[in-house]
Antibody, heavy 122, light 107 residues
Framework: QVQLVESGGGLVQPGGSLRLSCAAS????????MTWIRQAPGKGLDWVSY????????NYADSVKGRFTISRDNAKNSLYLQMNSLRAEDTAVYYC???????????????WGQGTTVTVSS | DIQMTQSPSSLSASVGDRVTITCRAS??????LNWYQQRPGKAPKLLMY???SLQSGVPPRFSGSGSGTDFTLTISSLQPEDFATYYC?????????FGQGTKVEIK
């Protein structure tokens, strides 16, 4: 079945780095835009970044621009988020998610992982 | 960035009630508006896309409408499993911003 499984979360000190991974299965990974969305404890959903199917296009929320880098390896069916210079306000559950339509990013996000928790604290 | 504003922030309703949630965009987004349901401790689930298209597998008691800046999500007859938080999201431009959420609670 279609599935996304995140890993790599954990406790990190302010200023530290973390790399999240997302393993995809059950669909042709290379056909879909992928995105990272986060949710701070008790808060709403916060769009973080997206990457196009062929990695040609990426975009970031202003809050993470210059600190986070999204990437993918279509041969390994994997999505990544490299997070540097982490701050307390980056503490959240990070979801890996798939754009609904192949090669487009305009019709919502139809597949979500279970999330991985990132805690930034000293 | 496009700001998305939902109302109300929370509501109390009974099983069988008709419930309407509204979402307003800070500028026109055509029909690039999506709705999600999130139950506690779970990942969000896509309900509606393109403002009024029902996602596969979602019960037809859910419907969406609107275009431009004003949108609504309607649950025609609230069921026990519908008590959750609902989010709108614009997919017109990046960042694809979300509304702040509407929590639907049991009266």
């Amino acid at each position: 079945q279609v599935q996304l499984v995140e890993s790599g979360g954990g406790l990190v000190q302010p200023g530290g780095s973390l790399r999240l991974s997302c393993a995809a299965s059950g669909f042709t990974f290379g056909d879909y835009y992928m995105t990272w969305i986060r949710q701070a404890p008790g808060k709403g959903l916060d769009w973080v970044s997206y990457i196009s199917s062929s990695s040609s296009y990426t975009n970031y929320a202003d809050s993470v621009k210059g600190r986070f880098t999204i990437s993918r390896d279509n041969a390994k069916n994997s999505l990544y988020l490299q997070m540097n210079s982490l701050r307390a306000e980056d503490t959240a559950v990070y979801y890996c998610a798939r754009g609904k339509q192949p090669h487009k990013y305009i019709y919502g996000i139809d597949v979500w992982g279970q999330g991985t928790t990132v805690t930034v604290s000293s | 960035d496009i700001q998305m504003t939902q109302s109300p922030s929370s509501l109390s309703a009974s099983v069988g009630d008709r419930v309407t949630i509204t979402c307003r965009a800070s500028q026109s987004i055509s029909n690039y508006l999506n709705w999600y349901q999130q139950r506690p401790g779970k990942a969000p689930k896509l309900l509606m896309y393109a403002a009024s298209s029902l996602q596969s597998g979602v019960p037809p008691r859910f419907s969406g409408s609107g275009s431009g800046t004003d949108f609504t999500l309607t649950i025609s007859s609230l069921q026990p499993e519908d008590f959750a938080t609902y989010y709108c999201q614009q997919s017109y431009s990046t960042p694809q911003t979300f509304g702040q959420g509407t929590k639907v609670e049991i009266k």
